[in-house]
């Protein structure tokens, strides 16, 4: 199964700001997944992201609030804007190879 | 609209016993169905996956049994240990189209105790 690194694996923000989650890939794949794992819950996918093209929302999540980039088959980030109490969560990229799903270890976000 | 409901919440079983996770599902288009196992700090991790055209399958200790006609599908852990203890999601997704993605249940919170 693919290799996922996730950075940051853990951070603290300012409500109002913005921070940027990274996925690298050990190898190509087509779509990359982002979810979020709110304390204690499943997982809600906010987001589908093919490389150069715009990616897919899920109902409920906008471009605005979570932007994300797909310059290459091996990265993509997600942005979390303008970040209040409520963004606080485990946000996760997954890909899919042959239907065999890998996470990344997570980005746990807490917003003060 | 919840697509994949999971049961229990929670479950405590004493070491060696069998714990029955159970999930059903709504969209007869699903045709992917994997169980995943998150410990604390960690991302999910795909512990075992079935498709529609059979009814059980092992792998180790895990087997998923599968239940079309009632669109239902159940993780059974044999022996467990207490390293089983973790939370269990089960999940499902459509393998048509370039666009899959896995909806997840609500999660089922393991404790094996000693």
């Known amino acids: 199964s693919a290799v996922i690194s996730q950075k940051p694996s853990r951070d603290i923000c300012q409500r109002g700001t913005s921070l940027t989650i990274q996925c690298q890939v050990d190898s190509q794949v087509t779509m990359m997944f982002w979810y979020r794992q709110q304390p204690g819950q499943s997982l809600t996918l906010i987001a589908t992201a093919n490389q150069g093209s715009e990616a897919t929302y899920e109902s409920g999540f906008v471009i605005d609030k979570f932007p994300i980039s797909r310059p290459n088959l091996t990265f993509s980030t997600l942005t979390v804007s303008n970040m209040s109490p409520e963004d606080s969560s485990i946000y996760l990229c997954s890909v899919d190879r042959d239907h065999g799903y890998t996470f990344g270890s997570g980005t746990r976000l807490t917003v003060v | 609209q919840q697509q994949v409901k999971q049961s229990p919440q929670s479950l405590i079983v004493q070491k060696g016993g069998i714990p029955i996770i159970n999930c059903a599902y709504e969209?007869?288009?699903?045709?992917?169905f994997p169980w995943y196992q998150q410990f604390p700090g960690k991302g999910p991790a795909l512990l075992i996956a079935?498709?529609?055209?059979?009814s059980e399958k092992k792998e180790g200790r895990f087997t998923i049994s599968f239940n079309k006609s009632a669109k239902q599908f159940s993780l059974h852990i044999m022996d467990s240990q207490p390293g089983d203890s973790a939370t269990y999601f089960c999940?499902?997704?459509?393998?048509?189209?370039?666009?899959?993605?896995?909806?997840f249940g609500t999660g089922t919170r393991l404790q094996v105790t000693l």
């Open positions: 079935i498709r529609p055209d059979v």
């Open positions: 969209n007869t288009a699903f045709d992917y």
């Open positions: 999940a499902a997704s459509k393998t048509a189209g370039t666009a899959s993605k896995l909806t």
